[in-house]
T-cell receptor
Framework: AQTVTQSQPEMSVQEAETVTLSCTYD???????LFWYKQPPSRQMILVIR??????QNATENRFSVNFQKAAKSFSLKISDSQLGDTAMYFC???????????????FGKGTKLSVKP | SQTIHQWPATLVQPVGSPLSLECTVE??????LYWYRQAAGRGLQLLFY??????ISSEVPQNLSASRPQDRQFILSSKKLLLSDSGFYLC?????????FGPGTRLTVT
């Protein structure tokens, strides 16, 4: 069974600085997807970024980027130029495609609580 | 564009009472739908998923059930709530390999 581990329960960063959140996962699959979700105090889960395992290039979405190390089974999230609105819980998630298709179930880590300080 | 609705937003129910949470999706047809539960301070746990009307798969044995009476409607139910059913319930729909979540329902069982 696949597992996702986020070893940092809480982190803080000063506004405008850069922070990196860690995530490791365990799987024997070769084809899968990885995601970072953000959950602000409103508790709405928001998709931040995704990475396909078959792609070597790290995904980037504006100030958010990932460092995907497939051999090490590591998937960290870097937030550049941190903003107060980035304060939230961040969840790493793994998905194995089901039945050879593209849709599957998400397996979440326990989350990292990020606080951005002014 | 697609939107996903959940109601109620907040619910307080006594132990042993029934439960019905509703999720609807607009702007898409035949979506895959999911129910997750988030206990306090923890990640999300998949409860049910559905690939079509009347097709429900259960991931975790419990006293909850799910139904999909219409293409874009997903309902989470219980005949008798337990204290351990308290939590934050999220509905999601998927497009390709991305899942998008609703605003959630906070359930407190007293």
């Amino acid at each position: 069974a696949q597992t996702v581990t986020q070893s940092q329960p809480e982190m803080s960063v000063q506004e405008a600085e850069t922070v990196t959140l860690s995530c490791t996962y365990d799987t024997s699959e070769s084809n899968y997807y990885l995601f970072w979700y953000k959950q602000p105090p409103s508790r709405q889960m928001i998709l931040v970024i995704r990475q396909e395992a078959y792609k070597q290039q790290n995904a980037t979405e504006n100030r958010f980027s990932v460092n995907f190390q497939k051999a090490a089974k590591s998937f960290s999230l870097k937030i550049s130029d941190s903003q107060l609105g980035d304060t939230a819980m961040y969840f790493c998630a793994f998905m194995k495609p089901r039945y050879g298709g593209s849709q599957g179930n998400l397996i979440f880590g326990k989350g990292t609580k990020l606080s951005v300080k002014p | 564009s697609q939107t996903i609705h959940q109601w109620p937003a907040t619910l307080v129910q006594p132990v042993g009472s029934p439960l019905s949470l509703e999720c609807t999706v607009e702007g898409t047809s035949n979506p895959n739908l999911y129910w997750y539960r988030q206990a306090a301070g923890r990640g999300l746990q998949l409860l049910f998923y559905s690939v079509g009307i009347g097709q429900i798969s259960s991931e975790v044995p419990q006293n909850l059930s799910a139904s999909r009476p219409q293409d874009r409607q997903f309902i989470l139910s219980s005949k008798k709530l337990l204290l351990s059913d308290s939590g934050f319930y999220l509905c999601a729909w998927s497009f390709l390999y991305e899942q998008y979540f609703g605003p959630g329902t906070r359930l407190t069982v007293t």
